[in-house]
């Protein structure tokens, strides 16, 4: 999936926080054309915060953040995503009181009917059960529903990097081990996507490029040996 040539994301000694409170303390990192990385690191560290610097929601205090060779710094969260960033929030991202249909319809207003009608079928597609329950008030749905609902509304625009905040938080064991096995198919048919995922759950992150950890807010390890995710020692020794 990795394309080494040409990276599509390109951060730079980035510090942010939040007011007087600093969490990101020079980072960089560099994600390829591709290229699919877990951002891992316990509870606090700065991984959240990271995305939202990438998609603007949270500004940056010094360093820089590249998408597609163009400067992010100063642009706001709506040109981000234009310019090809999708993002999942890791709360308040569906509409409790709508209509799983609606909530695409929603997610899908920028686009022509024929090219809602294109992707809609395709992320209903990868997400195949939620055909079955259009009609259904998004509130009402289970966990793994409504996380199916979240991704594919920012999976139905196409995009050259999804930022994906804990795609399984929350969910039961085999509920998060679908949604998974959903994500590690759609990355497999889409080689050009990138893909920066924040998730706790490493034993469902076997297929992933590249593992970065994070703790107290700086880069402590990246590794392409994945393998290490499942290591007892290194774990200890990197993550916790």
Known sequence: MKNNNHNILEIKNVNCGYGSRPVLHDISLNISVGETVLLAGPNGCGKSTLLKAIVGMLPIETGSIEFSGKQLKHQATEKRINAGI??????????????????????GLSFSKNDFDKNINRV?????????ILGKRAGLLSGGQRQALAISMV?????????????????????AKDIMQRLENFAMQNKDVSILIVEHRLELL????RAVVLVQGKVKIETEDTNLLFNPKWLAEHYF
Not at 167 to 172: I, K, R, V
């Open 86 to 107: 999708g993002y999942l929030q890791q709360t308040n991202n569906i509409f409790s009181s709508l209509s799983v249909k609606e909530n695409l319809e929603i997610a």
């Open 124 to 132: 209903l597609s990868i997400f195949d059960f939620l055909n079955e």
């Open 155 to 175: 999976l139905l625009h196409p995009k050259k990097l999804y930022l994906l905040d804990e795609p399984t938080a929350g969910l039961s064991p085999k509920a």
């Open 206 to 209: 076997n297929w992933i490029d």
